[in-house]
């Protein structure tokens, strides 16, 4: 058996190629691949874009107008590591720009409704720690956030 890897598509309804852009600007070691477009049996209308590929940071996905029968949900959501502060605003801002909606702790959803989790790769760390007291702190805090703020969590996790 051979693979070619995996390949996450997204379903979209009519904007594929919009939402295939709009993830290779944000990313870096992003570009765009094949489009297909629907043939004359269709189910869409002749010629519209069907498929559309791209790498985003490294990662291949599939943008497909499937229409309105499915939606997006957070019962999955990407996870974006940020090394520090200055990442995890580049990202939630980015994400959020153009109709984009904040959440709590860390996640939120962009304009197609894709779900993103942006928090600090720190975090896990913390939360995870041996010592309970510390580990709670730092979830507590977590919890009262919507944007992660690395240095407010840094604090909450040392006990200030």
């Known amino acids: 058996m051979t693979t070619d ?13 919009e939402a295939a852009h709009f993830y290779v600007s944000v990313f ?31 990662q291949k996905f599939v943008a497909l107008n499937g229409g309105p029968e499915f939606t997006f949900s957070e019962a999955i ?27 709590p702790c860390g996640w939120l ?3 197609f409704g894709v779900s993103w989790q942006v928090t ?6 913390m939360i995870a720690d041996p010592d309970p007291a510390r580990a709670d702190r730092a979830m507590k805090a977590m919890l009262g956030m919507q944007k992660l703020d690395l240095a407010e969590l840094e604090k909450a996790y040392a006990g200030g």
């Open 120 to 125: 600090p790769t720190r975090l896990d760390d």
């Open 28 to 58: 870096k070691d992003s570009h765009l691949g094949r489009v297909t477009r629907y043939p004359a049996s269709g189910p869409g209308p002749e010629g519209s874009v069907l498929t559309v590929e791209f790498t985003a940071h490294g």
């Open 5 to 17: 890897g995996f390949t996450t598509c997204l379903w979209f309804d009519g904007r594929a190629e």
């Open 109 to 111: 959803k962009d304009r």
């Open 77 to 103: 959501s990407f996870q974006i590591g940020c090394a520090d502060q200055a990442e995890i605003d580049h990202f939630w801002d980015k994400l959020v720009e153009g109709g984009g909606s904040h959440g």
